[in-house]
């Protein structure tokens, strides 16, 4: 099964909270245990407006993290 990840699972990912961001990853970890990931292409452009974040680092995260851009 293929879980289609929204921009603000990713955001909580990225927060500082570790509660948030641990909880985040947990639910990435099973999905990711259960098939792929992927986001939709306006995803990855609304992670483009949060700052710091820019195409390249985009692009390494989404490499590192086996999530795909449908």
């Excluded at 921009?7 to 927060?15: E, Q, R």
């Excluded at 990853?25 to 792929?36: K, T, V, Y």
Aim: hydrophobic share 50%.
């Amino acid at each position: 099964m293929i879980t289609a990840i929204d921009t603000n699972v990713i955001g909580a990912l990225w927060d500082q909270d570790a509660r948030l961001s641990q909880a985040a990853q947990s639910a990435l970890d099973a999905a990711l245990g259960r098939g792929g990931l992927i986001i939709a292409a306006p995803v990855f452009s609304e992670l483009l407006a949060c700052p710091g974040r820019d195409e390249s680092f985009l692009d390494s995260f989404l490499g590192d993290t086996a999530i795909t851009v449908d």
